[in-house]
């Protein structure tokens, strides 16, 4: 039990609701089918149904859809603590592709064993319920970034807002957080070209507000990143438990 209590996804989860030891148990449950995945190889793909769900507890991944073409558009990022498929396992079909980024660990959770969790545990299913609608809040974020900031205030949303991630499941601070994005990560998820994106990180490395490099995101000046970006975290609700 103490395992479950200190992972990212009992620290994400308890920003919203205060778990009890019975919810714990069932997670502890929910994690029996732990894997390791290997980078570069999808965990889901596009279109596939039949498949289950997954529990991230180390490592990064990204969600993406595939276009005729071959290009892709990455839809997010999710770090440990994130559910993995869920809305895909719940319609039946993955209507993107899920690919480690890095050797992940996950648990699989499957649909049967998911309905039975929640029917057992409401304030579980209700935490869930929050996670899954503040993972839709940051696609509206990443959406409004893509249509409406240029591509610096974009490129330190981004950054901001991982941190802020991170910092939930004890990954990050405003001092800042390791990061194993490319550059090419960073290019397809925020519309930009690879040398676009080199250029946009050297201008704000120059400007003394943050630097990306070896894999690490160093913010130089937070507040002025912030006001940049007109960053605003309300939208990712990390100030809980909300319900006690």
């Known amino acids: 039990m103490n395992t479950i209590a200190n992972s ?46 997954y529990i991230m507890s180390a490592g990064w991944v990204c969600s993406s859809k595939l276009q005729p073409d071959g290009s892709r558009q990455i839809i997010d990022f999710q770090i440990p603590g994130d559910f993995l498929g869920l809305r895909s396992v719940l319609l039946q079909t993955s209507d993107h592709s899920i690919e480690p980024i890095v050797e992940i660990q996950a648990a699989e959770v499957l649909t049967s064993d998911l309905l039975d969790a929640f029917a057992q545990t409401p ?50 601070s405003k001092a800042g957080y390791a990061c194993p994005l490319t550059q090419y990560h960073l290019a397809d998820a ?40 007109e960053f605003d975290p309300a939208y990712l609700s990390q100030t809980g438990p909300l319900l006690k």
């Open 8 to 53: 990212p996804l009992v620290a994400k989860l308890s920003a919203f609701v205060a778990l009890s030891e019975d919810d714990l148990a069932i997670l502890e449950r929910l994690h029996q089918r732990r894997r390791t995945f290997v980078a570069g190889r999808d965990l889901v793909y596009q279109g596939q149904s039949d498949h289950a769900a």
């Open 123 to 172: 304030r579980l299913a209700t935490a869930v319920l929050w996670a899954a609608s503040r993972d839709e809040a940051i696609v509206v974020e990443r959406l409004v970034g893509l249509g409406r900031r240029d591509a610096d205030a974009r490129m330190a949303h981004f950054l901001l807002e991982l941190g802020a991630r991170l910092a939930l499941v004890g990954m990050g």
């Open 190 to 229: 925020l519309g930009l070209t690879a040398v676009h994106v080199n250029r946009v990180l050297r201008k704000l490395r120059e400007g003394g507000l943050v630097t990306f490099q070896d894999g690490r995101v160093t913010f130089d000046d937070y507040d002025g990143l912030v006001a940049l970006a």
